[in-house]
């Protein structure tokens, strides 16, 4: 009697445990993205008050490519999490900037990064018929894989590692900010509109470097350097 007791009670554990499984993995869904983005980063502190970086840089087109999984608490409110390569930039256009009555060119530059990056989102569904608008918004961290600076001069064109001492404005590898997404879903088939802010401080300058290229000289320890980008996927869920 005691063994079928036994063996009735692993038996209900079972069941209970494949049944939970099952309704947690049809509330799962996942699957892959492609999309095409515009970044830029802003800089701030003595770097802009002497010109050294004026104006402020323009915006970059990249592209970006991964896989999502999100889960449906409920049919309004759901959480996210994915993994994307993402290629991100700037460019600077040639400028001059006037020194006592001398002028100073400051030749065209463009910075171009490649991050993995991984979002936590929280999100809220809403039906229209046959479609599903929806609204996500949480942070996200990111790792520069790679990153490169191109400088073109009339003579010749320099490159440099972005993340290297050996650029004059070397960017730190790990970004965290926050996303806001919409986006709408139709069939297995989703089209999102994202807007990434960094919170992360990029700035990793070399005082001895910049002091040299700037009048006062001055210390730009203090300089920030913050990402940002404009971006559109396209979804298909498995």
Known sequence: MKKI???FVAFVFCTITVSAQSSFL???NYGVEVGTNISSVNFSGRIVDWELINPQPEMKFGYQFGVFANYHINDLFMVETGLSFMSKGYSLPKRTK?????????????????YLEMPFLF???????????????????????SGNVE????SATINSDMFSDENIYPFKRFDYGGKLVLGIDFWKVSFDVYYDFGLANLA???DSKLSSTAVGGGTFENDKVHSYS???????KF
């Open 98 to 114: 006037s020194i006592g009555g001398f002028s100073i060119i400051k030749y065209s530059q463009t910075g171009s990064s490649y």
């Open 26 to 28: 049809k509330k799962v």
């Open 151 to 154: 400088i073109e001069k009339p």
């Open 5 to 7: 007791i036994i063996i």
């Open 204 to 206: 990793n300058f070399d």
């Open 230 to 236: 404009i971006g559109l996927t396209a979804r298909y």
């Open 123 to 145: 999100g809220v569904s809403y039906p229209i018929k046959e479609l599903v608008i929806h609204l996500k918004v949480g942070p996200y961290i990111a790792y520069g894989v």
